[in-house]
């Protein structure tokens, strides 16, 4: 659906409106707090999409009689726009590249030099404890190779140019 952002209104195929009709706040089970604006179409009758439009086959009310209800957290959107532009940045196109490399040798480091084949504990805690140790002491060999080859306070690898 298109979004008019001056009158705050979203048009369907059908060139219908969706007006807001109210506010709606939420709490997550981790105890986010989130404000949705509710969003509702006035008349959806003889519209010829309807049925891919209005989605819930178990509702008690006529496909014929339902018209379209839209709930958006407006802060989502926001931020998922200005993620969006960040990543697709020439900055975050080149550390996304870097970090793709850079876990990859993560991996191999800790499977062949390491020689980590299986953990040695069952358990998730123990698992995750295990994990952690082997994560350190990698970041300790990291570091020491660094002294050694005096290349501190740089990256591991030169942020590369994009194709």
Known sequence: MDYDEERDVY??????????????????KTGYKR?????SCEDCKGCPYKTSCIKGNNSKIPMEERTKH???SKLFQKKRTEDLTRILSEEGCQLRMNRSIQAEGSFADTKEDMSFRRYLCRG???VLAEST?????????????????????QH????????
């Open 124 to 126: 998730g805690q123990n």
């Open 70 to 72: 839209l709930e958006v």
């Open 11 to 28: 048009i369907c195929k059908n060139q219908k409106e969706l007006r807001v009709t109210g506010t709606k706040f939420e709490k997550t």
């Open 133 to 153: 140790l082997l994560a350190i002491a990698h970041n300790i060999n990291k570091l020491h190779h660094k002294i050694q080859s005096e290349k501190t306070g």
């Open 156 to 163: 591991l690898f030169e942020l590369k140019k994009i194709a």
């Open 35 to 39: 404000e949705k604006t509710l969003y």
